[in-house]
């Protein structure tokens, strides 16, 4: 529900922004559109018959087995795209590459946390993923069967994303820093019946101890008939006798090859949990043809994938940028795909740029809260090591602040490089509003362009579109092909929060405006999602979790800026009437909260107070706390609250 005033989230910084950055020469040159107006054409013929735009790029950057009959339906919020057709994923990303001159081109090349690096030719991914798929089967999965996938970013996460791709199995990613209990809840919901994981990760020179998360949440989940475990750290880890199975060993035992298996385009691809604003994250799914030639063609001419690219997007596989950005996007295009297992600054906060000049990175994609990160570590870093390789650098996940764009582009990459900022989400797939590199003009802190089909508008809340650059809700204005077509097992939910808000529009959550140009401003979430380090986190989700605490009577979560990363988490709480504020009892409701999401929503600041302020009707008023928390004072309107009284006790706590 959208019930923040678009001011509370309006950035000055970036009202104030007006500097303009012109495309790079050298780059312009060898992009794959000649201009500006190029651009425009196709973006107007795209909008004008969308459906014909969308097919004619099928045809041109997929591999169909069966062609479709019709492109487009679209009935009770439910689309269908490129209907009759069967085409398979992993196909895609890879007997087509190995039936091809790029049999022996580095599909992968990955570096551990120690040191370790191994690089898999796409005929050794492929060999690899097929004997994956045939593990898959032996275990009596067919298509439509679910696989969660809880690892460390290691190969072999990847392995099993298009191992499933290739037998039709429906895979579910959950981000290795989620707790045990987040892992059970997305088990449970989506009903997955193996689970791929690994005795542990590197980060930060510890062992992240995956295996015993894994069997904590297994404890509580009744659809895991086995596990597969890579061996990974060499942890000591119990093997269940009759469920679990190691990946090296069973593996072994498989046949070496396994078909791609034709999917219908609407065919089930992943489940993917992301934060709403209630406490029980959303399940996005999203099919097989309509994503994938998102992300194809996004990362094709966003990205300017060329054949001698050595691309590194920094997400782990675990988020929509991963899947996007990391697997299929880059290996649908046939591009070589860097990938990193541990922290960025282990062992040493050079880690990034040392690997940047070792592997001859091209491209970067990360996240502003790393960027903020570096500048906070010093040029020293960076300015150690070669980066010459660098010739594009993108940003996703929040919006970028102009002094982390001009620092990117300064000392990251030379001025040289462009800076593709892109606007997305899960639900959206894959990148929506970015800049075509080398053919349009960037401004510090706006995504710029929207991409070819989509028809992004800024509406007020009665619907009617906001004026000249009047802030207002981000909203697309037709259905795409690689939107996520449902929350799973919830498609009433997934009308209501995407459809319904404003009715015939799909509705981003995300507050924006355009300036007199046309770009976009993304202004950030407009609903009770907060952004942290580019991961969204729901305000309800991180309250319901704290209200198990045994001491807690009442919680309410609240955003505020921070410097680093975008967000940070303030938890007002009053406790049960028996209960006593004590030393340990902050750090103990920190380790219970992060012990039922995840290491993410550990709170920045918890507030004890006797009271929180709450409307006639009882609802939190969240706006005042959020006022409070970031500006320490509380100006705006108290007219609706039901206890003034609240207000001089919060008022005196935070003195405190
Ligand atoms: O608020 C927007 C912000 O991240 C949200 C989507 O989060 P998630 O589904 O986790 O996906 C993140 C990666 C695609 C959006 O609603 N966001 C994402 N990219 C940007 C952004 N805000 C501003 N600028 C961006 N480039």
Redesign the pocket.
């Known amino acids: 529900m959208a019930n923040n005033e678009l001011a509370e989230v309006s950035i000055d910084s970036l009202l104030k922004e007006n500097r303009k950055f012109l495309p790079n020469k050298k780059f312009s040159e060898n992009y794959i559109l000649k201009d500006y107006n190029t651009y425009k054409r196709m973006y107007n013929s795209s909008i004008k018959d969308p459906k014909k735009f969308w097919e004619k790029m099928a045809a041109t950057h997929l591999v169909f087995f069966k062609k479709w009959r019709s492109v487009f339906k679209w009935k009770d919020y439910k689309a269908e795209w490129f209907i009759g057709a069967t085409l398979n994923i992993s196909y895609n990303c890879l007997d087509r590459h190995v039936n091809s001159d790029r049999k022996n081109k580095a599909a992968l090349i990955w570096e551990g946390e120690p040191g370790d690096v191994k690089t898999y030719t796409y005929q050794q991914l492929y060999s690899e993923v097929m004997i994956c798929a045939n593990m898959l089967k032996s275990l009596g999965l067919v298509a439509g069967d679910k696989a969660a996938i809880y690892m460390p970013l290691i190969p072999e996460a990847m392995i099993a994303m298009l191992a499933c791709t290739r037998i039709g199995v429906v895979h579910t990613v959950v981000f290795g820093g989620f707790s045990s209990n987040s892992l059970r809840d997305r088990i449970q919901d989506s009903g997955c019946k193996i689970l791929f994981t690994a005795d542990g990760g590197f980060r930060k020179g510890s062992v992240v101890k995956m295996k015993e998360m894994a069997d904590e949440a297994l404890l509580e989940t009744s659809t895991i008939k086995n596990v597969i475990v890579v061996k990974r750290t060499s942890e000591k880890v119990n093997m269940k006798t009759g469920r679990d199975l190691w990946w090296h060993e069973y593996s072994a035992k498989q046949a070496k090859v396994c078909e791609a298996i034709p999917l219908s385009s609407e065919h089930p691809l992943f489940i993917l949990y992301?934060s709403g604003t209630t406490g029980k994250p959303k399940g996005l799914l999203h099919t097989t043809a309509g994503y994938l030639l998102g992300a194809t063609v996004t990362t094709k001419y966003l990205f300017d994938i060329k054949e001698t690219d050595i691309y590194w997007c920094t997400a782990d596989v675990g988020?929509?940028?991963g899947h996007s950005y990391v697997v299929y996007g880059p290996l649908s295009n046939g591009a070589t795909v860097f990938m990193y297992e541990g922290a960025p600054t282990f062992p040493e906060p050079d880690r990034f740029w040392k690997m940047i000049s070792d592997h001859k990175v091209t491209t970067l994609y990360t996240a502003p809260t790393a960027i903020r990160s570096f500048i906070r570590l010093g040029n020293e870093y960076p300015l150690k090591h070669d980066l010459s390789s660098l010739r594009l650098l993108g940003?996703?996940?929040?919006?970028?602040n102009p002094e982390a764009w001009i620092w990117y582009n300064e000392v990251i990459g030379k001025k040289k490089c462009p800076i593709v900022?892109?606007?997305?989400?899960?639900?959206t797939g894959a990148a929506m509003i970015a800049p075509f590199p080398g053919i349009m003009a960037t401004k510090p802190g706006s995504?710029t362009n929207p991409f070819f089909g989509i028809e992004p508008v800024i509406l007020k809340k009665d619907g009617t579109k906001a004026k000249g650059n009047e802030g207002g809700y981000l909203c697309i204005k037709n259905p795409w092909p690689y939107m996520a077509r449902t929350i799973y097992g919830d498609h009433d939910r997934y009308k209501k929060t995407y459809w319904k808000e404003i009715e015939g529009h799909y509705f981003?959550?995300?507050g924006a405006h355009q300036d007199k140009e046309g770009y976009f401003w993304?202004m950030?979430?407009v609903d009770d999602v907060i952004?942290v380090s580019?991961?969204?986190l729901g305000t309800m989700e991180i309250e319901s979790a704290a209200v198990h605490h045994p001491s807690i009577a009442e919680c309410a979560v609240v955003g505020r800026p921070d410097p680093i990363k975008g967000q940070g988490i303030v938890a007002f709480i009053t406790l049960k009437k028996s209960e006593k504020v004590n030393s340990h009892l902050k750090e103990d409701i920190s380790k219970f909260i992060v012990k039922e999401i995840g290491t993410l929503a550990r709170p920045d600041d918890i507030r004890f107070t006797e009271a929180l302020p709450k409307t006639r009707s009882g609802k939190i008023m969240r706006r005042l706390l959020r006022e409070l928390a970031t500006t320490g004072v509380i100006k705006g309107d108290t007219t609706t609250l039901e206890d003034f009284s609240v207000l001089e006790k919060l008022r005196e706590k935070d003195e405190d």
């Open positions: 992301t988020w929509i940028t940003t996703v996940g929040e919006p970028i900022d892109t606007w997305w989400q899960t639900e995504a981003t959550g995300d993304i950030g979430r952004n580019g991961h969204r």
